[in-house]
């Protein structure tokens, strides 16, 4: 998105922003508007709370000696300041977990509702060796019936989305203003493709996540009639509460919720503090009883960006993973814990 130039009145910015959101993010011209005038407000905003334009230099704290070596009562140091913790959107997992539920809700009623009044048909017709093809057009009619109500996915995880990115620019920006003394606005330059790319594999995972809960019910189907069971105990296990074909897929829905959550968290804490100039970072876990060991084996160490540790990737990066990279902003702003693990990994 463009950012207000120096000197540049407001009436400028907008009318050059509009152009700009109308062309390349396909929104009307009255969208535009109001996307692009809440840019402005928050420049303004920002500018008027002791923030600073983003510039790019070798490193920010680079930027930052500069600007206070010009006097900058802005850029006041903030000496052995332990980072506050970035804390992980678990509320933003928890209503992704609950959209995702009610969709796989919704395919087990259609399920329930078409199955309930065939199966005992078919099992008639299994105990005369003529289930087979009848169990083929029974799977065929229940995949219509559930393409015929599509979950929105795509509007559903852009949602889900936008709203990680608010939440992790929140806590970075927190860290960076106790850290640095200093709020940072960044350009984001790659925000956008992280987020198609999220919505991408979201996309996937669902349509995966579909078709695998239908081929269960077919296999579950011509089990049980081959096996002679009866048609009750066929629904059992197709939507039971325990050890069913739809209790895994509501298993497999919530992974899914809490596991994209945390990477897309994970991706974009690497890539705002690598845009600012840090290179490395204190490997920090949730500390509670579910982290992995080797998880808790890397708390506390310092890990280049560039240089991920090898049983679990960067903080995010692993499935479900609930840990977080706190930044290192060189020795002058660092706790002597964080000097220490800086020294010892060198």
């Not at 077919?218 to 629904?235: D, K, N, P, S, W």
Request: some cysteine; proline content about 4%.
């Amino acid at each position: 998105m463009p950012t207000p130039k120096k000197n540049e009145s407001e009436n400028a910015f907008v009318q050059r922003c509009i152009s700009f959101v109308v062309k390349n993010e396909g929104k009307k011209p009255d969208q535009a508007y109001a996307i692009c005038k809440g840019l402005w407000d928050k420049s303004q905003k920002d500018v008027n709370s002791d923030s600073v334009p983003y510039v790019k230099k070798n490193s920010t704290l680079e930027y930052l000696n500069e600007r206070k070596a010009a006097g900058d009562s802005r850029f006041k140091r903030s000496r052995r300041r332990k980072p506050p913790r970035m804390l992980h959107p678990v509320s933003i997992e928890r209503s992704y977990q609950s959209l995702l539920l009610s969709m796989v809700n919704e395919w087990q009623k259609i399920t329930s509702e078409t199955l309930e009044g065939l199966i005992p048909l078919l099992a008639k017709e299994a105990r005369q060796d003529q289930w087979s093809e009848g169990a083929e057009r029974l799977i065929a009619q229940l995949r219509l019936k559930i393409e015929e109500k599509p979950f929105p996915i795509n509007t559903v995880s852009q949602q889900i989305g936008e709203r990680t990115a608010e939440w992790n620019d929140k806590q970075w920006r927190k860290v960076m203003k106790a850290t640095l003394g200093v709020d940072i606005l960044q350009s984001q330059p790659w925000l956008k493709d992280q987020l198609n790319n999220f919505v991408s594999q979201n996309v996937t995972l669902i349509k995966d996540l579909q078709s695998q809960t239908l081929d269960r019910i077919e296999g579950t189907v011509q089990r049980g009639f081959a096996q002679g069971l009866r048609h009750e105990e066929i629904m059992k296990q197709i939507v039971g509460r325990d050890k069913s074909v739809f209790s895994k897929a509501k298993s497999r829905a919530r992974l899914i919720a809490r596991d994209q959550v945390s990477k897309l968290n994970g991706n974009l804490t690497r890539l705002k503090q690598k845009e600012i100039g840090v290179t490395h970072y204190i490997w920090r876990t949730s500390e509670d009883d579910r982290v992995r060991p080797t998880h808790r084996a890397n708390n506390g160490k310092i890990f280049s960006w560039d240089d991920p540790p090898i049983e679990t990737g960067h903080p995010g990066q692993d499935y479900q993973c609930r840990c977080w990279a706190e930044a290192y902003f060189g020795e002058e702003f660092a706790t002597e814990e964080q000097i220490k693990a800086f020294k010892a990994a060198a």
